[in-house]
C-alpha cells in the first residue's frame, strides 16, 4: 500500500503566556501507521495532540488532515472528519451505562455519516455501540453504570467510545494508565487491532507497550521533536536515553 500521509503538521507551536509548551512542530503520520509519541513530563505531548483535536487553538503554524486544512476547525468537526480524541482525564458520563455511553458515541458518527437532522437508526446504533464494546472486553458490563467500573474498565470504555465514532484516526492520551499486566495485553492486541482499519498515535509512558506496538516513535522534549524512528532507532539512541535521565 502506497504511503499516504493522513495527518500533517507545520511549524506547529501553542504558547502558554512565556511557556513554549509545542514549539513549531513539523509531525506527518502515514495512514495505517501505529505511531507512539514519547518523551518526559511536560515535554509537551498532551498539548501537541490537544492541538490536533482542536481542544486548544494553535499559536502558530497548521495542521492537515486528508489534506485539507483544519487548524482553524472545531472540534466537533474534526470528530466529524474522523479525528477522534481520547483524553488523559476520563471522560465518560458516569452516571450513564457502559452501553449508554457507547450508543452516545456510536450516535454522533451516526449523524456524521447521515447528517444531523436524519432519523437516528436505532438497530444500526444498537450494533454500532455493542460491536465497539466487544472489541475493548466490555460487552458483559453493558448494563453496569459507568461510574462504578474500575478506573482501567473505563479507560477502555473511553477507547471503546472513540471506536464507536469509525476514526480514521484516532488518538489515545496513556491509555494503558491504571490497567493491570494483564489488561495491558488484552489492550495491546485491541490497538493491533484498530489498526487494521485505523491510524493510531498514542502518547504512552509504558515503553514495552511502545517498543510493542509502534511502527515509528516521535520523541518530543522542551515541546520540540527530539527526533523520530523505528523502535530500534529510537532505543539506541543517546540523545533520547539522556533525555529521559533529565540530561537532555
Ligand atoms: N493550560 C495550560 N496553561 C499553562 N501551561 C500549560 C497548560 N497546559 C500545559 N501547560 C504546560 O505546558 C507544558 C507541556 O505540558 P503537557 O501536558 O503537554 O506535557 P506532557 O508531555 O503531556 O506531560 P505528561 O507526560 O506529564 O502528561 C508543561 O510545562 C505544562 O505545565
Known amino acids: 500500500m502506497a504511503a499516504v500521509t493522513i495527518l500533517e503538521t507545520k511549524g506547529l507551536s501553542r504558547h502558554f503566556g512565556g511557556l513554549k509548551a509545542v514549539q513549531n512542530v513539523d509531525f506527518e503520520i502515514r495512514q495505517g501507521e501505529i505511531r507512539a509519541l514519547i518523551g518526559p513530563n511536560g515535554a509537551g505531548k498532551t498539548t501537541f495532540v490537544s492541538l490536533l483535536s482542536g481542544r486548544i487553538p494553535v499559536s502558530s503554524g497548521t495542521i492537515s488532515f486528508m489534506g485539507s486544512d483544519i487548524t482553524a476547525k472545531p472540534a466537533f468537526r474534526r470528530v466529524r472528519e474522523g479525528i477522534a480524541y481520547t483524553f488523559q482525564i476520563t471522560s465518560i458520563y458516569p452516571n450513564l451505562s457502559v452501553y449508554e455511553n457507547a450508543a452516545l458515541a456510536a450516535q454522533s458518527a451516526l449523524q456524521r455519516h447521515r447528517g444531523f437532522l436524519s432519523r437516528i437508526d436505532r438497530k444500526a446504533l444498537d450494533a454500532d455501540a455493542l460491536a465497539a464494546l466487544e472489541r475493548v472486553g466490555l460487552i458483559e458490563r453493558r448494563e453496569v453504570i459507568a461510574g462504578n467500573l474500575s478506573y482501567g474498565h473505563q479507560r477502555l470504555l473511553e477507547v471503546a467510545m472513540g471506536l464507536a465514532l ?83
Not at 182 to 192: A, M, R, S
Not at 214 to 219: H, L, Y
Request: proline letters at 5%; hydrophobic letters at 40%; a negative charge.
Open 166 to 248: 469509525k476514526p480514521k484516526l484516532l488518538i489515545l492520551d496513556e491509555p494503558t494508565q491504571g490497567l493491570s499486566d494483564g489488561e495491558i495485553e488484552n489492550f495491546c492486541g485491541l490497538v493491533k487491532e484498530i489498526a487494521k482499519t485505523a491510524t493510531v498515535l498514542l502518547i504512552e509512558h509504558n515503553m514495552p507497550v511502545v517498543m510493542q506496538l509502534a511502527d515509528r516513535i516521535t520523541v518530543l522534549n522542551h515541546g520540540e521533536i527530539l527526533t523520530s524512528g523505528t523502535p530500534e532507532e529510537i532505543r539506541a539512541d543517546r540523545t533520547v536515553q539522556e533525555a529521559y535521565l533529565g540530561g537532555g
